[in-house]
């Protein structure tokens, strides 16, 4: 593929020397050394960036630089056989981060788009990529006149990556490329040809660490027009394992370091590292006397949730009133949320309360976090896994305590169910339950508690609410330092 459509691109390599050297003077880059430079020597900071990947000895990034699909790090490691030592933080995020990295999907509304406002040379190849797309939905669902309007979207789980479907998105980004090297960047078709080609490079490697999904969506018939039927066909990865070990098998060696990196079992099994793989725990530095640990022995299961409600309210307030602060409660959902902070609302109207919302903008999650740390006397409630239990810190009288009303288990779907009996398949039934639900719901409550003791004169108090925290296998999971809690 050629250069010709990227910005920036003409004169590149001619300009490339005197840039790459005043880089090389600053010795340390970051995101606005790289952007001013470019910008005098007229290139483009992205490329510049890798370029001086080269030139460097300590690369500061995010862990997708060395292991996407894509990843530049690990091509050029691979390339200049270079001895290379990932160091990893926050570990534990990884085996999410990796499905998402090996995971890709395409939208038959985006084709469409594309093709309406397509060149005429392309038009043809986009009406043979229609054809595919329509042969599958009838393929799985009855024809758009007599399908169900209105309702939900339909979910099948194919076996194969569809033969029809990748052979016409081979030939339209043959085609797009060959154009594009021709004519003026069109940013609808680039988004076409790098969509398509990173979903092709993952279908070409499917197996059973993904699911191929077809999802197909009817339209509600309207008086001009009958129903219509469109789909998305998503590559979901279940088991990054596959796709990452080959990555650490190539590094030199590799460092994971995190709070909740625990059971190492897990981590390694879902990760894929080397069997030679060594772990050690690290004293914590804090200690039990930091912690008051409570445990409130109620049902926060979803049938439960309704009659879950006076004694998590009564059991804020109190701690409230016996020592007055800011305090964050996390809940399993949105709804259970809403539920909890009406009832609390209602029953303490004089404390004041500051709540999590459906798809907070940067600007308002930043100002829930500044209330914490300028106000006091905050009872905060927030989604569990959400923006705000895990990665800020909230360190002395900021945050005095820590309620968490779920064990943070993923729903009971249909996607869950599927990543259960593959996890089955791979690691052993035994494993299945613990894989797929318990280890990562308790990874997300550790997580939320340890917004709570920041320093080591951090002090507060943690109540994990539901009944199943005093089971003896869930206690084995918590951080070792938790002294012993108290039931109420």
């Not at 005043?22 to 290139?43: F, G, P, T, V």
């Not at 569809?162 to 490329?177: C, D, F, K, V, Y």
């Not at 999802?215 to 039927?229: C, E, G, I, M, P």
Request: contains cysteine; proline residues 5%.
């Amino acid at each position: 593929m050629s250069w010709g459509f990227l910005p920036l691109a003409n004169g590149f390599f001619d300009r490339l020397p005197a840039a790459r050297q005043a880089a090389a003077n600053r010795y340390w880059l970051d995101q606005a050394s790289i952007n001013e430079i470019a910008a005098k020597h007229e290139l483009c900071p992205y490329y510049l960036a890798q370029e001086m990947a080269r030139w460097s000895d300590v690369i500061v990034g995010d862990v997708s630089h060395y292991f996407d699909q894509q990843a530049l790090l690990f091509g050029l490691s691979q390339q200049n056989e270079w001895r290379s030592v990932p160091l990893i933080d926050e570990a534990h995020n990884l085996i999410d981060r990796a499905r998402s990295m090996y995971s890709a999907e395409l939208n038959q509304g985006q084709f469409s788009g594309a093709a309406k406002a397509a060149p005429a040379s392309l038009k043809k190849t986009f009406t043979a990529l229609q054809r595919a797309w329509r042969r599958l939905i009838t393929a799985h669902q009855p024809a758009a006149a007599t399908a169900q309007t209105g309702a939900e979207p339909e979910r099948y789980i194919l076996t194969t990556v569809p033969t029809e479907l990748t052979t016409a998105l081979q030939r339209l980004i043959s085609e797009i490329g060959d154009y594009l090297t021709e004519f003026a960047a069109d940013p609808e078709l680039q988004a076409v040809l790098f969509d398509s080609a990173a979903f092709l490079k993952l279908a070409e490697q499917f197996g059973e660490h993904s699911l191929c999904t077809l999802t197909v969506r009817t339209s509600a018939k309207t008086n001009r027009k009958l129903a219509r039927q469109t789909a998305s066909l998503a590559l979901q990865n279940l088991i990054p394992a596959d796709f990452l070990a080959p990555r650490f098998q190539h590094a030199e060696a590799a460092i994971l370091f995190s709070a909740t990196l625990s059971p190492a079992r897990y981590y390694h099994d879902l990760l894929g590292l080397p069997d030679a793989t060594c772990g050690q725990t690290i004293a914590s530095p804090f200690s039990p006397q930091q912690l008051q640990l409570n445990v409130l022995k109620v049902s926060t299961r979803f049938n439960d949730r309704a009659r879950s409600l006076p004694a998590i309210s009564q059991r804020i307030a109190e701690q409230y009133q016996a020592r007055s602060g800011n305090y964050l409660v996390y809940l399993s959902s949105f709804a259970y949320l809403k539920q909890l902070q009406d009832y609390f609302a209602k029953q303490h109207p004089h404390i004041f309360t500051v709540t999590q919302t459906s798809g907070m903008s940067e600007a308002e999650r930043l100002a829930f976090i500044a209330r914490f740390r300028n106000e006091r006397g905050l009872v905060g409630f927030a989604v569990l896994g959400g923006a705000f239990s895990e990665g800020i810190d909230l360190p002395g009288d900021a945050l005095v305590g820590v309620f968490i009303a779920t064990l943070g288990l993923p729903p009971f779907d249909d996607y869950h169910q599927q990543l259960a009996q593959r996890l089955a398949a791979r690691f052993g039934a035994k494993q299945s339950y613990a894989y797929t639900y318990l280890y990562p719901g308790l990874r997300k409550v550790i997580q939320a508690a340890g917004r709570l003791i920041r320093t080591p004169d951090d002090t507060g108090v943690i109540e994990l609410i539901d009944d199943r925290f005093t089971h003896t296998e869930i206690q084995a999971l918590l951080p070792t330092w938790w002294r012993e809690y108290e039931l109420y």
